[in-house]
């Protein structure tokens, strides 16, 4: 299995950023693929996932009505649109399945500040 994040940066509070994870590895239509983030000084802790039949999502509430998570079975890509960002936003942002247990992948700073 290969996780590999992209999309991150700096920003603004009040713009926006989008996450893409890219899979490998694995039967990606199989799998429920969530989005995870770590700041400085805290426990990792899951934002947003999608199964993998009905690509219901999921948003913690710290991001909910700001986030969309969308996947791309043909693609082997799951993304985050972030919009609305603010300085809380501010972690290293890695994907995983819903158990977190598959290796993480290196992860994708974003940084909000003015």
């Known amino acids: 299995v290969q996780l590999v994040e992209s999309g991150g940066g700096l920003v603004q509070p009040g713009g926006s950023l989008r996450l893409a994870c890219a899979a490998s590895g694995f039967t990606f239509d199989a799998y429920a693929i969530g989005w995870f983030r770590q700041a400085p000084g805290k426990e990792r802790e899951e934002v947003s996932c999608?199964?993998?039949?009905?690509?219901?999502?999921y948003y913690a509430d710290s991001v909910k009505g700001r986030a969309t998570i969308t996947r791309d079975n043909t693609k082997n890509q799951v993304t985050l649109q972030m919009n609305n960002l603010k300085p809380e936003d501010t972690a290293v942002y890695f994907c995983?399945?819903?158990?977190?247990?598959?290796?993480w992948g290196q992860g994708t700073q974003v940084t909000v500040s003015s």
């Open positions: 999608i199964d993998d039949v009905l690509g219901d999502p």
């Open positions: 995983n399945n819903l158990g977190g247990n598959w290796p």
